[in-house]
Nanobody
Framework: QVQLVESGGGLVQPGGSLRLSCAAS????????MGWYRQAPGKQRELVAD???????NYADSVKGRFTISRDNGKNTVYLQMNSLKPEDTAVYYC?????????WGQGTQVTVSS
């Protein structure tokens, strides 16, 4: 059994910053990719950024230059530093962790960008 605990969401003004964290625990022997997805009301869930086990990163065009994904393999934790936030970044953000057997989703954390 694997559990993912997300934290760091909230309300922020346009231009502000937030840092999301997602910690995995349980029966973990290896983690492949870790990533962040988001889902805005009425829209499909979309990839925001992901990072491979060796640190190769991939970003959605809409967040390039503003968001940074990183991971701490010793803590089984993935982070998403979000800067220069825009109202269109408002969504529920979900972390995803790929293990050798299957992928797991976090419970989601709300990010609201509004003045």
């Amino acid at each position: 059994q694997v559990q993912l605990v997300e934290s760091g969401g909230g309300l922020v003004q346009p231009g502000g910053s937030l840092r999301l964290s997602c910690a995995a625990s349980g029966s973990i022997f290896a983690i492949y990719a870790m990533g962040w997805y988001r889902q805005a009301p009425g829209k499909q869930r979309e990839l925001v950024a992901d990072i491979s086990s060796i640190g190769i990163t991939n970003y959605a065009d809409s967040v390039k230059g503003r968001f940074t994904i990183s991971r701490d393999n010793g803590k089984n934790t993935v982070y998403l530093q979000m800067n220069s936030l825009k109202p269109e970044d408002t969504a529920v953000y979900y972390c995803n962790v790929a293990l050798p057997t299957k992928g797991y989703w976090g419970q989601g954390t709300q990010v609201t960008v509004s003045s």
